[in-house]
């Protein structure tokens, strides 16, 4: 039982870390980005290579691939997305035109990645030992990815509670026209929030690839799972996400080990619709958009 | 307009060298056409990109060098036309259809996997050509073949895979190098379901004790609570009927929760080389499904050439990879035997010949092989296949499997 | 006016005759092709139909077409073909029914994840099933069914569909589903019952979708779960109906004939670099014609009937 909690909470921390970039994404920057899983294999890919290539642990990998991510996805807002959202009249053209727009993006990210480190599994050992917890027996990498969500999830959750920028961003999160009113920048944060969500995802792809399996293929997997827990805990919401990554990773963790292992991840969708069902919203979501 | 001239520009040469085409082949076979659909995208990709892929490459590079396959008396290079099926059935059997009927291609190389065989299957069969299932496990393998003549079922039914490995196990327990506690794990899809229905029957005919018998779906990203359970069980074989990410990560988890088993049988994905280069020392004792025999020239032969010709210097899986070569050489024998591009005529030789393959001598019974290797060990950094004991070249199974260590 | 409707009619009525004899005249691959393009014309059609007027993008395409996939290899050995459409449709309809009643409070983007949720949840739930109580994982086909009667088939269906999306246009639910897609709320002020008007062409909708899966089955010999419940299908006949303009009955059948098309030429010419130039394809698309081909066509018929009468406003 303790066990099976443990396994859940390090999982479940998985499934958050996955899924803030995203919140932020679309819940502040209002972009449905469907090429956010290949965002994040991309690191992962980037981390392995650094890792087997040049012998770089991954955690000092980040330190590279986060700021490049970051600068990435700045672009891609500034460059591919700045005129879609000028030119949308309502929120529901823009995500119309964002899911289509970075359904076109996931190919080319995909494809390139393909071309690159082709079609196969890709797979590393690090940090992987193991580590006692409360008597029980945990993986070092999992428990360290579950470290740095913790780490993370706090300091965004900080920054945007207490500091000038994360009041701004949370405005433009509510209202991006009365944003405007107020002289805060709304092109501008989006693009920074935007890109500070690329940032995250690609941090959680370095650590997904310390203990994950992968191929160039597998990113709509984690699009999903991250789509499912932002709308699950309500959209531009991060302490939302962590805790409905936290419910689905506990839940799937105890149903696996009391219940049955095949019916995990049914539990998971039903949990989600559940959710939706009770709070149309999400968890921590606002009733009205 | 730019895009109009372009086009009408590519229809007028595709025109061309259609006619053209068709001038040099009324004429004499210029070369040999063949196609393949196979999944460059979606959930095949890993496996098609591992087993399928560098084999054809392979293949058809050293064909080419060597000046092409023997018609008659003479050799012409094969030309390859190949499409993504994009892991999807439909697309796949359109991909066929597209194959036969425009590009008019010689013969067909089937594409990977299961599903996607039999996806193809009546298509090829409608059409008349010969198709070498290399990697599709199926129970049905016997009735399907009898349904399409055309069609080769070359790496055998779950069934045999399953009462192999018992056998194997039954052979242990005679020697009481192991108990009779059994827990078995499989991913909810058609290749785990098959192999563990057919496991559970047989492990409980052998009377041993199925302590654990559960499956997961695919996409589950943590296998710990599994492996847990297992390991509080204290079993004496733990059995994984897996899919090559879960493998990777079951072997892991155990790796971490120090779930040590005498036997410890993992399954598509531990013949792979990622699977030693993930593991190192650690893959010592590991058993999976498939191997070779490692000792044999003709691997050692065919690894050092796969190793030459494929991206990265990669290594073939110990398993489909040359039983896919295999079927190419098979196709190839058949062909030059025939010598013209008649494909009934090449679909009975293949029916009836001996082929000289890197995997020995093959002659197909009922469009099947008689050996196969079911159950291979690591040892010493090589998958050798160790069941059916009865087969050339199978290495002795070592039990217990030495403990983990930390890498 | 009844004289454009008779030309139309003619045209369309020419349009299937001619249709149907594309089994006898073009060969397999052809026929094949035609076949693809029958069945995402109507997916993305019935898409359309319930997700035009009332804006809400719907991700389930594949749950109803795997529900279909997949009654016809559980039944399609033991029953007579047209009882296992019957049955198909019955299951695919209540399935919507059952959906339609319990996604109404959802709007936006929730409805548009729940229904993907619902589609791997009822995935989920089969694969259970399979491995659980019937023990078998993967099934086989066997039918005496042609590929010339599967596209008789859906011919038949898409005509069907265009009918029905005519006839519902033209109705009162039509209209108050145009109402719900502008306004919710003043909807419900005018007095619609939006529950049962939403539902009604959710069902008819997601019915449809239901017998394509179960017409398609038999060309695939084997099927289980993820060949059935494939996530793609969802997608892309979502970008399909959106390229083609979901607002219009007929916008749908322009986004779908073009990229069927085009897919099959890139995956033919460029099968290394497919995916990349899709994607590339797919951004100019989104930049060049934002409000579909039906919108593009709309403003183009505006802009040379100008001079003609008074423009309409959109």
Redesign the interface.
């Given at each position: 039982m303790t066990?099976?909690i443990l396994?859940g909470l390090?999982?479940g921390g998985?499934y958050a870390l996955i899924a803030m970039g995203l919140t932020l994404q679309?819940g502040v920057a209002r972009i449905?980005n469907l090429s956010y899983g290949e965002f994040l294999i991309a690191a992962a890919f980037t981390a392995h290579w650094l890792f087997t290539g040049w012998a770089l642990s991954p955690f000092v990998g980040m330190a590279f691939v986060v700021p490049a991510a970051f600068a990435v996805n700045f672009a891609v807002y500034k460059l591919?997305l700045t005129?879609?959202v000028r030119?949308a009249r309502t929120r529901?053209a823009l995500?119309?035109?964002s899911?289509?727009?970075t359904?076109?993006?996931?190919?080319?990210?995909?494809?390139?990645m393909?071309?690159m480190f082709?079609?196969?599994?890709?797979?590393?050992?690090y940090l992987?030992?193991?580590v006692q917890v409360l008597g029980e027996?945990?993986?070092a990498n999992?428990l360290a990815a579950l470290g740095i969500t913790v780490v993370l999830g706090l300091a965004l959750y900080l920054a945007l509670t207490r500091t000038r920028a994360g009041t701004a961003i949370r405005a433009v999160a509510v209202d991006p026209a009365a944003a405007q009113l107020v002289a805060i920048n709304v092109e501008r944060t989006s693009a920074l929030t935007f890109a500070l969500g690329g940032a995250l995802v690609a941090a959680a792809g370095v650590l997904v690839s310390t203990?994950?399996?992968?191929?160039?293929?597998?990113g709509?997997?984690f699009t999903?799972k991250a789509?499912?827990i932002v709308?699950m805990g309500g959209?531009g919401n991060i302490l939302g996400c962590l805790i409905a990554g936290l419910l689905l990773?506990v839940s799937?963790?105890l149903v696996?080990?009391l219940v049955?292992?095949?019916?995990?991840?049914?539990v998971n969708?039903?949990l989600?619709?559940a959710v939706?069902?009770v709070k149309?919203?999400?968890l921590f979501g606002r009733a009205t958009? | 307009m730019g895009t109009t001239i372009t086009r009408r520009m590519a229809l007028l040469a595709s025109v061309c060298a259609a006619t053209f085409g068709l001038v040099a082949t009324a004429h004499a076979q210029a070369s040999l056409k063949i196609g393949y659909a196979i999944s460059r995208t979606g959930p095949n990709t890993g496996g098609a990109a591992v087993t399928t892929l560098p084999n054809y490459e392979l293949w058809v590079k050293e064909v080419n060098a060597a000046g092409g396959i023997k018609l008659g008396d003479k050799r012409v290079p094969i030309e390859i036309v190949q499409y993504d099926d994009r892991s999807n059935a439909e697309e796949a059997v359109r991909a066929i259809e597209r194959l036969v009927n425009q590009d008019k291609v010689d013969f067909i190389l089937p594409p990977w996997g299961t599903g996607l065989n039999l996806a193809v299957g009546p298509t090829l069969n409608r059409e008349g050509y010969p198709h070498l299932a290399a990697t599709a496990v199926t129970d049905r393998a016997p009735e399907l073949a009898k349904r399409w003549p055309n069609s080769f079922w070359l790496l055998g039914t779950s069934a045999d895979a399953a009462k192999t490995l018992v056998d194997l196990l039954v052979k242990l327990r005679d020697d009481k190098a192991i108990g009779d506690t059994v827990a078995m794990v499989s991913i909810a899809d058609g290749f785990g379901i098959d192999l563990s229905s057919a496991g559970r029957k047989a492990l409980t005919d052998a009377k041993f004790k199925l302590a654990y018998d559960k499956s997961y779906p695919i996409g589950t990203q943590d296998l710990a609570p599994i492996i847990n359970e297992v390991k509080a069980l204290n079993p004496d074989v733990f059995i994984a009927f897996s899919y090559p990410p879960d493998t990777l990560a079951l072997t892991e988890q155990s790796r971490i929760a120090g779930l040590n088993p005498k036997v410890f049988y993992t399954g598509v994905g531990t013949a792979f080389p990622l699977y030693r280069q993930r593991f190192g020392k650690n893959t010592e004792g590991v058993m999976g499904i498939g191997g070779w025999s490692g000792d044999s020239p003709a691997i050692k032969d065919y690894l050092a050439r796969h190793k030459a010709s494929a991206a990265n210097g990669a290594e073939p899986d110990r398993w489909a990879s040359a039983v896919t070569y295999a079927s190419l050489q098979m196709l190839q024998q058949a062909i030059e035997k025939v010598g013209k591009v008649d494909r009934a005529a090449v679909i009975k030789e293949l029916q009836t010949g001996t082929f000289d393959t890197v995997i020995g001598k093959v002659k197909l019974e009922n469009n099947m092989p008689t050996r196969y290797w079911w159950v291979g060990q690591w040892q010493d950094g090589e998958f050798y296949g160790v069941a059916p004991a009865a087969n050339e070249g199978a290495r002795k199974a070592v039990v217990p499997k030495p403990a983990w260590v930390a890498q | 006016m009844t004289l454009r409707t008779t030309t139309l009619g003619a045209i369309a009525l020419a349009a299937i005759v001619l249709l149907a004899f594309v089994p006898r005249l073009a060969n397999p691959y052809y026929l094949a092709l035609a076949i693809s393009l029958l069945q995402y014309t109507v997916l993305a059609t019935a898409w359309g139909m319930f997700s035009g007027p009332t804006r809400y993008v719907s991700l389930a395409t594949t749950a109803f077409f795997g529900v279909g996939a997949y009654t016809v290899a559980v039944l399609g050995e033991v029953l007579p073909w047209p009882v296992v459409l019957v049955v198909a449709a019955s299951l695919g309809a209540i399935l919507a029914a059952v959906v339609g009643l319990s996604t109404l409070r959802l709007s936006g983007v929730y409805f548009v994840i729940f229904t993907f949720g619902l589609a791997e949840l009822v995935r989920q739930l089969v694969v259970w099933f399979e491995v659980n109580k019937s023990r078998v994982l993967g099934r086989y086909v066997f039918v005496n069914v042609t590929q010339s009667d599967i596209y008789w088939q859906l011919l038949i269906l898409a005509i069907a569909v265009f009918l029905i999306g005519w006839l519902v246009a033209r109705s009162r639910l039509g209209f108050a589903l145009r109402i719900i897609g502008e306004d919710e709320t003043v909807a419900t002020h005018c007095g619609i019952n939006t529950t049962i008007a939403k539902v009604a062409l959710f069902t008819i909708s997601a019915t449809i979708m239901t017998i394509v899966g179960a017409i398609m089955a038999p060309r695939w010999t084997y099927i289980e779960p993820s060949i059935a419940f494939n996530a793609m299908i969802s997608f892309q006949v979502l970008i399909m109906a959106l390229l083609g303009g979901a607002h219009r009955l007929w916008g749908p059948i322009l986004g779908a004939v073009p990229l069927v098309i085009l897919f099959e030429l890139l995956s033919a010419r460029f099968p290394n670099t497919f995916t990349i130039i899709l994607g590339c394809i797919f951004l100019l698309i989104v930049y060049l014609l934002p409000r579909g081909v039906a919108g593009l066509l709309e403003s183009g018929k505006a802009r040379w009937g100008e001079t003609f009468k008074p423009r309409a406003v959109a």
């Open positions: 066990n099976a396994t390090m999982l998985m679309y449905m591919l005129p879609l030119r529901d995500e119309v035109d899911i289509l727009a359904f076109g993006l996931t190919f080319i990210v995909q494809g390139s393909q071309s082709g079609g196969a599994y890709y797979s590393y050992s992987a030992f193991p027996t945990l993986s999992r203990f994950l399996t992968f191929s160039a293929s597998s709509v997997v999903m789509l499912i709308v959209v990773g799937e963790a696996a080990s049955d292992p095949g019916l995990t991840l049914a969708f039903a989600f619709l939706l069902l149309p919203a999400g958009r | - | -």
